[in-house]
């Protein structure tokens, strides 16, 4: 059984950083596309980054580039998201979604992926983690 468990979250003032983990287990982390959303109260779930492990393409939202950067470390079987410099707004439920070996999925763009598409609805979730910046 694939598991996602993301960690790292936590509250934060604004302009310090924090890195959120998604660990991938009962799978062989290869072959991947990971997803990092977030849902704030009252807003649409967004996706803030992608990684296509096929291309290696890398996505980000305008809201959040050249301030996060995502990872991978495929011997740890983990994705990682650095956050730097938050924001108030970056406050949400971040959760990270997967698709491991998914032929369709892994010829798409990060950037279709990190569209919210239902055409690209992650297979695997994890719980979800808290971040909150306070101003």
């Known amino acids: 059984e694939v598991q996602l468990v993301e960690s790292g979250g936590g509250l934060v003032q604004a302009g310090e950083s924090l890195r959120l983990s998604c660990a991938a287990s009962?799978?062989?982390?290869?072959?991947?596309?990971i997803v990092w959303f977030r849902q704030a109260p009252g807003k649409e779930r967004e996706g803030v980054s992608c990684?296509?492990?096929?291309?290696?393409?890398?996505y980000y939202a305008d809201s959040v580039r050249g301030r996060f950067t995502i990872s991978s470390d495929n011997a740890k079987n983990t994705v990682y998201l650095q956050m730097n410099n938050l924001k108030p707004e970056d406050t949400g439920v971040y959760y990270c979604g997967a698709d491991f070996r998914n032929i369709r999925v892994l010829a798409a763009s990060a950037s279709e992926y990190c569209s919210g598409s239902a055409y690209y609805t992650p297979k695997y979730w994890g719980q979800g983690i808290q971040v909150t910046v306070s101003s």
């Open positions: 990684i296509n492990s096929n291309d290696g393409s890398i």
């Open positions: 009962g799978v062989t982390f290869e072959d991947f596309a």
